[in-house]
């Protein structure tokens, strides 16, 4: 497997990288967020498994790294941290990161998210899930996975990635109750490692671009469900 490490400080950089070396993974590592979009997006020498992605870059932070990488990648990113506070996680991953670790960590933990991740990326282009990712129509709405789509009274939706993987999900059988864990656990993987708020935050955030919070009813103590709108 092969492992984008993005971090600028050598005292880190090199012994993690001997230490993802040493657990199985091909290391290619940049040090500039600039270098980092090119090393993702494929452009300097084959697009890469898995990113790790530092947040205090030089030139431009973690965060606006994975907004640029994510408008025309979906590999998937691991932010590295030593913030720890609930808000930086949400916002790392509310932007399309896949999972975030907090400094200090133990290689072994990191190297089993990492593979969590590849095989979440693996299993959403397999037949199994491709033969079910068709087109939803939910009265007004209409969720297109196969175009990655969203659509409400024939105009466009835009969401984030996770955002639109969770409202797929609640498409998938709308009027159904989704319970909280799952829905963790389908769009961000099993187990869960980070903060349940953030289910709540993307949420808010598909509510409030579908201009309507009915859209999505929330079951208390159990979780969400979809409900169409006429």
Known sequence: MRILLVENDETIAEPLERALVHEGFDVDRVATGA???DAARGLLAGEPDVVLLDLGLPDVDGYEVC????????????????????EDRVIGLDLGGDDFVVEPFGVR?????????????????????????????VGRLVVDRRAHRVALDGGAVQLTPKE??????????AGAVYERNALLERVWGHPWFGPTKTLDVHIAGIRKKLGDHRWIESVRGVGFRLNPLD
């Not at 907004?67 to 030593?82: E, G, H, N, Q, T």
């Not at 969770?166 to 998938?172: D, I, P, R, T």
């Open 35 to 37: 270098a980092a979009v």
């Open 164 to 173: 639109f993987d969770v409202l797929a999900l609640l498409a998938e059988d």
């Open 109 to 137: 933990e990191l190297a089993a998210r990492i593979r969590a991740v590849s095989r979440r990326r693996v299993a959403a282009t397999t037949p199994a899930v491709a033969a079910v990712s068709g087109v939803s129509d």
């Open 67 to 86: 907004r640029r990488v994510r408008a025309s990648s979906d590999v998937p990113i691991v932010f590295l941290s030593a913030q720890s506070a609930e």
